[in-house]
């Protein structure tokens, strides 16, 4: 069985009336049509580096490749729930085949998934219950990665301050739940916890100088995504505390400042999802979608067809081996002048 077939059943595109597949000359599969197909690129926000740097590029241009005719039309809801609705149905109005949605959030986006009736909806590194297809890491894998990474770093029995993920956002549930099974098992103590509206940093930021008198005796911090480390390491800054005094710090995303982080030790760990390749999958399937097929490698997560990339844990320890190997950043990305010293320390140069 398809892995399409439990879902809602999905229009023919109008432009698949014409549509020829083609081999391309580098291997690639490119649609050929007389009419414009029409992929859509909805995403939460450009807060966080990676979207506009990584997964938006890297979405367009293997359209661009792969698909001979295909427009894509991309929207940034900058964390605005009832702006991205307006821009879904923009994308709609404009004749969208497919769309690819990264949501603001777990509950508007699944209403979005309702809404969208025989278009295929690809929910995109945000989970939403009723997508045609899930393209993500697995977050609760990246939750016990991170969790497992703060016990090595600093021992079971640790004391930590612990900030999730938002509140509506169903890969934050899933990181929070995965993270705390890790805690329970280490004896772990989460002394106080934040539930964000958002990922961002200022919520971040906020939340450990609220609690800055005790950081003495808090061994670590779990920050869920890299856009929220930065918010501790700017709240670490603003209580003045630098050096051995930082309790360490996790996140996910290898964001290029995260690693950087890393580098001068103002973080301790990140987690690398091959943005990429996950964008780049997501392409893909948007352009198998109106073909109406589907990858032979489908997985399922949580009764939605997924393709789900590993994720890495990455450490100061393994930057070069991770990162630099997988031409992530380069070391003169990295390496900037105020790291040279700790570049040279860790076998950057």
Not at 65 to 75: A, H, K, P, Q, Y
Not at 123 to 144: C, K, M, Q, S
Not at 180 to 204: Q, Y
């Amino acid at each position: 069985m398809s892995p399409l077939s439990t879902q809602r059943t999905l229009r023919t595109p109008r432009v698949l009336l014409a549509l020829v597949v083609v081999v391309a000359s580098l291997g690639l599969a490119a649609c050929v049509k007389p009419d414009k197909a029409v992929i859509a690129f909805l995403l939460a926000s450009s807060e966080a580096d990676r979207w506009k740097t990584l997964d938006r590029p890297s979405f367009e241009a293997h359209v661009d490749e792969s698909c001979r005719g295909c427009d894509v039309l991309t929207f940034i809801a900058e964390q605005d729930a009832d702006r991205q609705a307006e821009q879904f149905e923009e994308a709609i109005d404009e004749g969208a085949d497919v769309i690819v949605l990264n949501a603001v959030d777990g509950e508007s986006g699944a209403s979005l998934v309702r809404e969208a009736g025989e278009i295929p909806v690809i929910a995109y590194d945000r989970f939403l219950t009723g997508a045609d297809f899930y393209v993500a890491a697995d977050p609760a894998v990246i939750g016990r990665l991170m969790a497992q990474s703060l016990v090595d770093a600093v021992g079971a029995g640790a004391q930590v301050l612990m900030i999730n993920g938002a509140a509506r956002d169903p890969n934050g549930v899933a990181i929070r739940e995965a993270a705390r099974g890790v805690f329970a098992r280490h004896k772990v103590k989460v002394l106080h916890e934040l539930v964000p509206r958002s990922w961002s940093t200022a919520a971040a930021r906020d939340f450990v100088v609220e609690h800055g008198a005790e950081l003495d005796r808090v061994d670590a911090v779990f920050a869920s995504n890299d856009t929220q480390a930065a918010g501790v390491a700017e709240a670490y800054e603003q209580l003045g505390r630098s050096g051995g005094a930082r309790p360490f710090v996790t996140g996910q995303d290898a964001e290029l400042d995260a690693v950087r982080r890393l580098v001068s030790g103002d973080q301790g760990m990140t987690v690398y999802k091959d943005i990429r390749t996950m964008a780049q999958r997501a392409a893909d399937l948007a352009i198998d979608l109106m073909l109406d097929t589907a990858p032979d490698d489908a997985t399922t997560y949580q009764e939605v067809p997924a393709i789900l990339v590993e994720p890495i844990a990455v450490t100061r320890g393994s930057i070069a081996q991770i990162v630099v190997r997988e031409r992530v950043y380069s070391l003169n990305d990295i390496c900037t002048p105020t790291l040279q010293q700790a570049c040279e320390s860790l076998a950057l140069r």
